[in-house]
């Protein structure tokens, strides 16, 4: 079993910068491939952004694309997700997700494919 612990979050302005941490406990994060997904009030959870096991290969929502970069320390067993450029329909509660893989450079994007998830971290961007 692994434990997943959302921090950074807050209240900022449009235009600002955030860094998202996500420490993982209970087993060593380089085991998992890890996500980022995100829900708004009224809407559905949706893919963020997601990294391999190594680090190596990430992908992103179109929505992020060049503002977002998912990052991970597997000597610190931490992820990361560094926001910049932020605007208010990033407006969320942010989780992080973990899932077992064999392949180290295996990246997932679907959330019912993850088997591990935080309890995540409020982000409001003001306008």
């Known amino acids: 079993q692994v434990q997943l612990v959302e921090s950074g979050g807050g209240l900022v302005q449009a235009g600002d910068s955030l860094r998202l941490s996500c420490a993982v406990s209970?087993?060593?994060?380089?085991?998992?491939?890890m996500g980022w997904f995100r829900q708004a009030p009224g809407k559905e959870r949706e893919f963020v952004a997601a990294i391999s096991r190594s680090g190596g290969r990430t992908d992103y929502a179109d929505s992020v694309k060049g503002r977002f970069t998912a990052s991970r320390d597997n000597a610190k067993n931490t992820v990361y997700l560094q926001m910049n450029s932020l605007k208010p329909e990033d407006t969320a509660v942010y989780y992080c997700?973990?899932?077992?893989?064999?392949?180290?450079?295996?990246?997932?994007?679907?959330?019912?494919?993850?088997?591990?998830w935080g309890q995540g971290t409020q982000v409001t961007v003001s306008s």
């Open positions: 997700a973990a899932v077992l893989t064999l392949s180290p450079q295996l990246i997932v994007v679907v959330a019912t494919t993850y088997d591990f």
């Open positions: 209970g087993r060593s994060s380089s085991s998992y491939a």
